[in-house]
């Protein structure tokens, strides 16, 4: 537990990233909602989680569009769309422009940014 915790606060506020196909979310099939870990933020629904193959839980839409901010990143040679959460400024992870229809996005988020809360 330690581990996630410390993980979970190098992702969401020194912009890290947890190891690909490690995190707990990933093959989450449950019906619910996913929140940001540190303010309970409802970012996203499962209906919109796709399996990309990339190794990090992703979803081609949010809840509500005022959810995340964007940023440009420019780290590590590339041109990226990083994701933060409009509430608390956690870094969640990164948006691109390769996911399925109906948006063609895919929303790439660390599973440590994450909590998850159960359809009843």
């Given at each position: 537990?330690?581990?996630?915790?410390?993980?979970?606060?190098?992702?969401?506020?020194?912009?890290?990233?947890?190891?690909?196909?490690?995190?707990?979310?990933?093959?989450?099939?449950?019906?619910?909602?996913?929140?940001?870990?540190n303010c309970d933020k409802t970012i996203f629904s499962s209906e919109h989680k796709f399996d990309s193959?990339?190794?990090?839980?992703?979803?081609?839409?949010?809840?509500?569009?005022q959810a995340v901010k964007e940023l440009e990143d420019n780290s590590y040679g590339m041109?990226?769309?990083?994701?933060?959460?409009?509430?608390?400024n956690s870094h969640l992870g990164h948006l691109f422009p390769d996911g399925p229809e109906p948006t063609g996005l895919r929303y790439c988020i660390n599973s440590v940014a994450l909590n998850f809360r159960e359809k009843k």
């Amino acid at each position: 537990m330690k581990y996630k915790k410390n993980l979970a606060h190098q992702v969401t506020r020194e912009g890290a990233t947890e190891p690909p196909f490690s995190g707990e979310y990933l093959n989450n099939k449950k019906e619910g909602y996913y929140l940001c870990i540190n303010c309970d933020k409802t970012i996203f629904s499962s209906e919109h989680k796709f399996d990309s193959g990339t190794g990090w839980p992703s979803f081609f839409s949010l809840v509500d569009e005022q959810a995340v901010k964007e940023l440009e990143d420019n780290s590590y040679g590339m041109k990226r769309v990083e994701i933060k959460c409009s509430s608390c400024n956690s870094h969640l992870g990164h948006l691109f422009p390769d996911g399925p229809e109906p948006t063609g996005l895919r929303y790439c988020i660390n599973s440590v940014a994450l909590n998850f809360r159960e359809k009843k």
